[in-house]
Every structure is written in C-alpha cells, then in structure tokens.
C-alpha cells in the first residue's frame, strides 16, 4: 500500500534554531517528492519538487534532501523565523493519474520567540 | 493574479441539507482536483478532472458529485449532507496530471460542518 510517513508529528524550537523534518515513503512506481508548507487556515503551499535523480533542493532558507534508494526525505530549515509555523506536508507522486498525490499527515512546526 | 478561488470559505449545513462548493482557477490549468482534510490524516482525493467535460473518482467519492461545466470551474456538490463530511475541503488545479513534475496550486479552503 502507497504510504507517506511523517515524523515528528509536532514540534517546537525557538525563533533563530534550525530544525529537520523526517518524511519515509512506500509508493511504487515512484514519481516526484514534494514538500507542502500549510499555514493555519489555508491552503498548501509548494515549496520544492525532487525526481528521482534529484538529491537536494533548496528554496530560500528550506532545503530538501531525497534518497531514492532508503526512499527518505528530510526538509532542513535554517535560521527559523516566526512565520516558519505551519504545518509541513510531504507529499509523493507516483506514475499514474488522477490520485498519484500521497499525502503524509504532516509535522506541525511552531516557532517561539 | 488571483490563482485558485473556492466560494463559500465556511458553511454550516443540517443534516440533510445539500450544498454545493465552487472552485474557479484562473491559470487556463486542465486537471482540477478536490481533496479532503480531516484532522490527523493526510489529504484525501474526492473528485478530478482532466479537462472540460470530464470527471472521475478518486480516493474517497461516496455522498459527493462534481461537474466540470466550464475549463475554468469545478463543482463539488453534496445531494444530502451527513456529519461525516464535516472537514475542510480543498480543490487545487494543476497544468497537466500530478503524477508528473508540475505544480499544482490549492485553494484557501472550505471548511464545512454539517450538524
């Protein structure tokens, strides 16, 4: 069965930390990764897309991390600003329509001052 | 650019009642999707549609419908709401099928309880 794993579930750092976040996929025949920022109350919001042959990916200060072989993620955040607090949702594609998208529950970040 | 609209953002409906959410995109995109969120669990897909004229089912269909009438608006209707729909629904439109390396862009969301 295709499955997204999400770890922590929550997690709470100070304003300025970094922080990882864990993401483990069982989806077959695999297709792109992608990291989700949800802020409370709206929609998801991309933040990168990995294939396969892709590794690594950065967008500002969110760096994504791709092993196709252990099939893990991680989005690393540098320097962690207030408006970091969201919920991060990884998301992996697989090779097929309609329902390729699938969902992890997502880690719920805050970021205090 | 106003991206991926959906109309109400909140209702409150009887059990019984039907209703109807409204998704507009603006980005000439082909597929449209809606999705569900219920708390502790991923989003879920309700309906797509590759294009104008189409539809299909998708993870979790029962007790909804849709209606792609026009390339730019997808329907989601509820004939006979039950409190198990209760969620917030998302509908999100990308330029060809999500499988493939293409973004797709979500709207705000409908968050909808039914009592």
């Known amino acids: 069965k295709n499955q997204v794993e999400q770890s922590p579930q929550s997690l709470i750092i100070l304003e300025g930390k970094n922080c990882t976040l864990q993401?483990?996929?069982?989806?077959?025949?695999?297709?792109?990764l992608r990291w989700y920022k949800q802020d409370t109350g709206r929609g998801p919001v991309s933040l990168t897309i990995?294939?396969?042959?892709?590794n690594t990916k950065s967008n500002g200060r969110y760096t994504a991390t791709l092993d196709a072989d252990t099939k893990q993620s991680s989005l690393h955040i540098t320097a962690s600003q207030l408006s970091d607090s969201a919920s991060y949702i990884c998301?992996?594609?697989?090779?097929?329509?309609?329902?390729?998208?699938?969902f992890g529950k997502g880690t719920t970040l805050s970021v205090s001052s | 650019n106003a991206g991926v609209t959906q109309t109400p953002k909140f209702r409150v409906l009887k059990t019984g009642q039907s209703m109807t959410l409204l998704c507009a995109q603006d980005?000439?995109?082909?597929?449209m999707y809606w999705y569900r969120q219920d708390p502790g669990m991923g989003l879920r897909l309700i309906h797509y549609s590759v294009g104008e004229g189409t539809t299909a089912k998708g993870e979790v269909p029962d007790g909804y419908n849709v209606s792609r009438l026009k390339k730019q608006n997808f329907l989601l209707g509820l004939e006979s709401a039950a409190p198990s729909q209760t969620s917030v629904y998302f509908c999100?439109?990308?330029?060809?099928?999500?499988?493939?390396?293409?973004?797709?862009?979500f709207g705000q969301g409908t968050r909808l309880t039914v009592v």
């Open positions: 990995m294939t396969f042959s892709e």
């Open positions: 999100a439109s990308s330029y060809s099928r999500q499988g493939l390396n293409t973004e797709a862009f």
């Open positions: 993401c483990n996929y069982t989806v077959s025949p695999f297709s792109n």
């Open positions: 980005m000439n995109h082909e597929y």
């Open positions: 998301v992996v594609s697989a090779h097929q329509a309609g329902t390729a998208l699938i």
